[in-house]
């Protein structure tokens, strides 16, 4: 049995049964990555030390009898934007470098509640802005399905680590399809919850109307066991959602009949790659075999959203970004004749090229004389394109679209193109703005590389999403 393989639910039965411990599972990990990092390097830092803790712990459970949590001795990776007590949360980020978290984030809290192990923190764009991990300060991430390619972004370090059977399952931040888009460039699952679905406390925020944490799996069940286990409201986040959430219950029959899916002609464009677009026509297919109803559909103000999405995200990232100033913690250059050239200098050392581009933007938009011609404006915007989704959500029960224009391209390809990185973007920035859950999910191939196809649906319909997934995953394996 190769441990690194095991999906979340064949490792739970596993510990369940003594076929293995926990330490073994984490051991065997470790022992993968040591190996494996040479090339993939989607970890910033590992920490064997606690999650061997937390896998003893968990082996003592299962020899005291105890009923476990589906997540119990199960290695997770967490993206360094997210807070783990005792450990860095760079965001990738030399401003951050010597950062160490004070305390854990909401979602982190509840997975070592149950018992998960956290092996390490991954890769990311710098403070999670781009598209392909290249942004990061230190350094560049491969996809291990051709280590000339990205693995996407901006949460890049944790989708290869999952596709390259580095951890079973892993956590990233999808702000404008930063889970989405590496999902489908590495052939893994990645859930964007609901907004509010999901406590953002303890996560870095970049654009705090936008941000949500979400799951990467191998298959549409683990991470629907990883979503429900990280869901909820969360006193310390206001924004999260305090009702009940449905949660998905996989069976060996889904039935698809009488669902109605929306095939959004706006996502069918120019610049869309020739073989993205035949694999998401042959996942249609499949859908109508399982027993859907296949149904085009206009979404007219989709053709906006990018334009909205680089005005709102610039904005808040303006605002949130202002509280690193080189005083209360991370990198600090004394040198200076006052306190505003502390300040600058500090800025100036510590934030990548993509940071500063995108808080001048920001305040630029938000200035005096700006304001109503660009935030305003893009919010105006951003109202319409959540009218389109409420419109079409009457027609139709979801929506199916590729997840992104093209399959994973070269390192360095866009790198020194932020207009052409920002269209990565493309299929995955209009349901961030109108809050709506939406899952990548692997349908086939195209270039030799994975290709993604994106399900959207209404407000906290994630349990439908599962449904569908799970029903074309199991139909098309």
Not at 59 to 83: C, F, R, T, Y
Request: some cysteine.
């Amino acid at each position: 049995m190769n441990l690194s393989e095991l999906t979340i639910h064949r490792a739970h039965h596993s510990l369940l049964k003594k076929e293995i411990s926990a330490v073994e599972l984490a051991k065997s990990f470790f022992e993968h990555i040591k190996n494996s990092e040479k090339t993939i390097k989607a970890y910033l830092k590992l920490t064997p030390d606690s999650a061997l803790d937390s896998a003893k712990q968990v082996d003592d459970w299962i020899s005291q009898g105890k009923e476990i949590h589906p997540l119990a001795g199960i290695p997770i990776a967490i993206k360094d934007n997210i807070l783990v007590k005792g450990f860095q949360a760079t965001a990738a980020s030399k401003i951050l470098e010597n950062y160490t978290a004070s305390y854990d984030a909401t979602v982190v809290k509840k997975l070592k509640a149950v018992g998960a192990l956290i092996i390490g923190k991954t890769n990311l764009d710098e403070f999670a802005m781009g598209a392909s991990t290249e942004n990061s300060a230190f350094q560049l991430t491969h996809n291990p399905h051709d280590n000339s390619k990205v693995p996407g972004g901006s949460s890049g370090g944790s989708a290869a680590a999952v596709a390259a059977f580095e951890a079973i399952g892993a956590l990233g931040s999808d702000t404008g399809g930063s889970v989405r888009q590496p999902a489908s460039f590495c052939g893994v699952v990645g859930l964007r919850p609901t907004y509010g679905a999901v406590s953002r406390f303890g996560l870095i925020a970049m654009a705090s109307s936008l941000d949500q944490i979400g799951p990467l799996a191998r298959n549409t069940e683990d991470a629907a066991i990883l979503f429900e286990t990280i869901s909820g409201n969360d006193n310390f986040d206001s924004t999260s959602y305090p009702g009940e959430q449905d949660f998905f219950r996989p069976s060996k029959q889904e039935d698809l009949r009488g669902l109605k899916i929306g095939l959004p002609k706006e996502y069918f464009i120019e610049g869309l790659d020739g073989g993205v677009a035949k694999v998401i026509e042959q996942a249609a297919e499949n859908f109508k075999k399982l027993g859907a109803e296949i149904k085009q559909v206009s979404l007219p103000h989709t053709k906006y959203s990018l334009s909205a999405y680089y005005v709102i995200v610039p904005s808040e990232v303006s605002a949130n970004l202002a509280r690193f100033d080189g005083i209360r913690y991370g990198l600090s250059i004394h040198q200076g004749n006052d306190l505003m050239e502390v300040y600058l200098n500090s800025r100036e050392q510590g934030l990548g090229a993509e940071p500063k581009r995108r808080v001048m933007l920001g305040t630029f938009a938000l200035s005096a004389g700006y304001y109503d011609a660009y935030y305003k404006k893009a919010q105006k915007v951003r109202a319409k394109i959540k009218e389109d989704f409420e419109r079409v959500f009457k027609e139709v029960d979801i929506l199916l679209s590729p997840t992104a224009p093209t399959t994973a391209f070269k390192l360095g390809e866009k790198s020194q193109d932020p207009l052409s990185m920002y269209l990565a973007d493309v299929f995955t920035a209009p349901q961030p703005l109108a809050g709506i859950p939406a899952i990548s999910v692997p349908a086939g191939n195209a270039n030799g590389l994975p290709v993604g196809m994106q399900l959207m649906g209404p407000h906290f319909s994630e349990a439908l999403l599962f449904k569908a997934a799970y029903a074309f995953e199991k139909f098309t394996v």
